[in-house]
């Protein structure tokens, strides 16, 4: 048995490393993707996962095996190409720590994942089904994504949904909004950002916002990530505002994913979702944005994810435990 397994992107996240003799700006090489951040967090935090993705048969693809395989992440669902690249992404950092990406993606590996190519057998093994957007910014990977999507929802499981919107990489915001908004339903627990939740809702109210995914698509259990300023999260009718960590940011690729590993975790322990309270829900975010924040005081998505004893440390360092 699996405790999650997810569907979407693996890729490199260059990161920017200094600069140097000559004034340009080094990169780092980094594994990265949303959800294989996601089941990372979850493996360092002592649950069985695995992936279901697709990489090039090339150094960065056998990089991206071997990272997944160092922590402890079933790669059984690791398709690989030797006619497409691994997906690339170059990360931009700000000087506080905000990013953007530029994709080489055209295509990359990840989103020519068939429908025939989903191990199914892995989803029948699993507790809950991890999914986001990205996989279905084009064919034959959004079809493959769905495919798994609705095979998770037949077969009961709990299902999380991040839909890590990246305008650049759909073709019209139009159809991405119908394509991630029609995916929300079969979401139980939902994350997005503040702008992701504008996108949906056209709302940048946290409450009214929230309402309109609750009641529109059932979703009882969602959080929306205010960076610096915490977590909003919602439990049907009820809301509640979060404080963050206060760090000092270097690069924030993996914090939301952190988070999201880390939230999951707890979910896991205190399910069923219909039988959690607030006071624990409260603690789960806190435990999360824990994660996330210090994630977000090292480079790279993967290597900065902390694991359960840095988090409950640096809780405990902080007074808030």
Known sequence: MYDVVALGEILIDFTPYGKSENGNILFERNPGGAPANVLVMLSKLGLTTSFISKVGADEFGKFLKETLDSYKVDTTGLAITDEVNTTLAFVHLQPNGDRSFSF???????????????????IDRAKLFHFGSVSMTNEPARQATLSAIQYAKDKGLLISYDPNLRENLWEDLKEAKKIISDSLYFADILKVSEEELLFLTDSSDYKEGTETLYRNYGISLIFVTLGENGCFFR???????????????????????????????????????????????????????????????????????????????????????
């Open 235 to 321: 439990y049907k009718d009820k809301t509640e505002i979060i404080p963050p960590y206060v760090v000092r940011a270097i690069d924030t690729t993996g914090s939301g994913d952190a988070f999201f590993g880390a939230l999951l975790y707890k979910i896991l322990e205190k399910s069923p979702i219909e039988e959690m309270n607030i006071e624990g829900l409260k603690s789960s975010v806190l435990f999360a944005n824990a994660a996330g924040a210090l994630a977000a005081t090292k480079r790279g998505g993967i290597p900065a994810l902390p694991d359960l004893k840095d988090i409950t440390q640096f809780q405990e360092a902080n007074h808030k435990i």
């Open 104 to 122: 080489y993606r055209k295509p990359g590996a990840d989103i020519t994942l068939e429908e025939k190519e989903v191990n199914y057998k892995l």
